[in-house]
């Protein structure tokens, strides 16, 4: 374990130290409110201060900090923004730490010294703050947190940048910066540009702290279009899909255009291999191995895992080659957003919940393809979660997912990503797509228990047969 370390600027090291130990007092408490929190499944233990950096002060007071939370075996790190100031902060009441002390993500005036020092690059401490190679940033923007993230904190500045500050903190680049920075050299249409980074130690280790992008403030939502798209067919129940005035499947095509053009762009980049007998065996274990692990928590589940493990021992016997590389890793209709010149891809992370190694580790890119065509279907569900069963909804609602899953495959085959056309690797795709649902399965279980129906229901009508 790191000793604490101090950086900066006065206040000197002792009010530091105060710093210190109404964190370690505060944040237990604190901690598991946090949306971005991981660590809600178990009680946080022990919070350990490892680095403080002061950023700004002393009044205000601004001290950038890296905590080490406990919880059982496990020892995860996070990154805050401690402010403290002599007037009443301007943050939100869920912000309030204690003992004078808040979380300043909120808190436009301190934040804004963080595009600053982007902008003039320089460090503070183990802290280095630059623009990327191209880029020339605007500084003296005030900043606006976005709300709805929940793995991360985000502030927008002035309408022109984004910055993303990784909560839990990993060694080395962090995959969003490396997978953008890599898009951006090959010349992506699909992704904002990256213009700027924070950087600094874990343990010794580098690590990347947050991600300055470009912000685009006109983009539309793609989970917001589709959900939009389906209340319209539900609230004209005579209508076909392809003739209501919502329809999106013109847009589900384009999308799987841009996602193909993405994969093929991050196989350029970054390289692919193939997936060797290993390889594929390694798969269906970690399939069977979460569909087990779910199962035991799940009840609901149990009844369908001689069906699902059926389907995970196709992929070994999968005969067609195999391309492996980097993926998104965690796509839905939540990662995109449509500009006027077209789709955008977001949050390159991977799946939150997922180790590092693993979010690094090659996969076909099926996987993406799997998790958007299981976005397509909350999308069509999402009316219906918590609503009376009604069969002529939920046929209308099916309707709405079929069309918009076949196109988006269509646009990804038209754009001859690096997998061709996904329906001509059904099986592949299919287990690929289970395997999400048992994923999904384990996190509605443990968070939104109204909605555990719609992957037990897809999951359902995939092993019967009936889709």
Known sequence: MSPLSHHGFPPAQPELSEVSGALTALLPDWLPAQRWFAGKDRPVDEVRPVELTVLAGPDPLLVHAVVDVLQGDRTEPYQLLVGRRSGVPEVASAAVLGEGLYEASGDA??????LDRMAAGGSAGPLRFAAEPDATLEPGLRSRPITAEQSNTSLVYGGQYILKLFRKLSAGTNKDLLLHRALRDAGCKHIARVVGSISGELHGEPATMGMLQEFLPDAVDGWAMATTSVRDLLAAPDQAAAEA???????????????????????????????????????VRAMTERLDQVSSVVPELAVYAPALREVFETVRAHESPIVMQYIHGDLHLGQVLRTVNGWLLLDFEGEPAAPVAERHALRSPLRDVAGMLRSFDYAAH???????????????????????????????????????????????????????????????????PDWLSVPLAAIARSTDGSE
């Open 109 to 114: 005036d301190l934040t804004a010294g963080l």
């Open 245 to 283: 005035g919502g329809d999106f499947a013109g847009e589900s095509e384009r999308l799987g255009a841009a996602v193909a053009e993405v994969h093929a762009d991050l196989a350029t980049a970054l390289g692919t291999e193939p997936a060797d007998s290993d390889e594929l065996d390694r798969t």
């Open 382 to 448: 999402q009316r219906l979660v918590g609503q009376p069963e009604n069969a002529d909804v939920t046929r209308h609602a099916m309707e709405w997912a079929r069309r918009n899953r076949a196109a988006f495959c269509s646009g990804y085959a038209r754009a001859g990503g690096p997998v061709g056309d996904p329906q001509a690797q059904a099986g592949l795709l299919r287990a690929f797509e289970l395997d999400k649902a048992v994923y999904e399965v384990a996190y509605e279980h443990a968070n939104r």
